[in-house]
């Protein structure tokens, strides 16, 4: 056998020797992706404020704490509803509303609203101040403001949470609601309503969520208020995942 064979021969046998025994460079599993935090806009209820609504609502905010970051909003105007001598402003802070009534009504009751422009504006220089806002949440009076905004600043908020929220009477303001309530609006919407709930009856409150393509409905047993038990706040977190 020649050199030149014998060489190639061994080089052969060494290359046989090694099939099998490569290994394959490691790579590093991708890192998971941690979804993004939302934040949402909050806007208490008549002859509320932000503190007062922020206190409120602690049980709801604690629960969703993972998921989104809150700003709370004071309303513009001084709330004059007849029931106000009911409210214990040292103890609450001062009443404050998005808009006032006419007839001293209720502003679930009333046909006539005074003031709501203002209120407009102020959410929107909020948001161009303090924003962006993924989302809005709203407590009565501040979810009638806030399904209004949903209807009529389209890109304003991508979602909105609204607690015992109703259609407005006022026929200027209500006529966004009643285009939507002919074609749904595709904001996603979350509606918490009370089945005891006489300021906001659930009819009342699931006539606004008809304004909405796809609302998810939560009732719960109490009267007018923001409730903090778990299936809530379960129901509040589904919602909010399913928005990141």
């Known amino acids: 056998m020649s050199s030149l064979s014998a060489s190639a021969e061994a080089g052969a046998s060494a290359e046989a020797a090694n099939i099998g025994n490569t290994t394959t460079p490691k790579t590093s599993a991708p890192k998971p992706t941690t979804p993004k935090k939302l934040r949402l806009l909050c806007l208490h209820g008549y002859a509320q404020n932000a503190n007062f609504f922020s206190s409120r609502t602690g049980a709801v905010r604690k629960g969703i704490k993972a998921l989104a970051d809150v700003h709370y ?4 105007h001084a709330a004059t509803g007849a029931f106000l001598g009911d409210i214990d402003a040292d103890a609450r802070g001062a009443p404050l509303g998005w808009w006032n009534t006419r007839d001293a009504e209720r502003p679930a009751l009333s046909g006539a609203y005074v003031g709501l422009d203002e209120s407009v504006a102020r959410v929107k220089r909020c948001v161009a101040d303090d924003g962006p806002f993924d989302g809005v949440l709203g407590f009565s009076q501040g979810a009638t403001l806030a399904a209004l905004l949903c209807l009529s600043e389209p890109g304003l908020f991508g979602f909105a949470l609204l607690f015992a929220g109703f259609v407005p009477r006022d026929a ?13 609006n595709a904001t996603p919407t979350f509606h918490c309503l009370g089945a005891s709930d006489a300021s906001v009856p659930p009819d009342v409150a699931r006539s606004l969520a ?3 393509a796809s609302p998810a409905v939560f009732e719960h047993a109490g009267g007018h208020v923001v409730p903090g038990n778990a299936p809530l706040r379960n129901a509040v977190k589904d919602f909010l995942r399913a928005r990141q």
């Open 73 to 76: 909003l004071d309303a513009p």
């Open 172 to 184: 200027i303001v209500r006529a966004p609601f009643d285009a939507a309530a002919a074609a749904p």
């Open 210 to 212: 008809s304004c909405f």
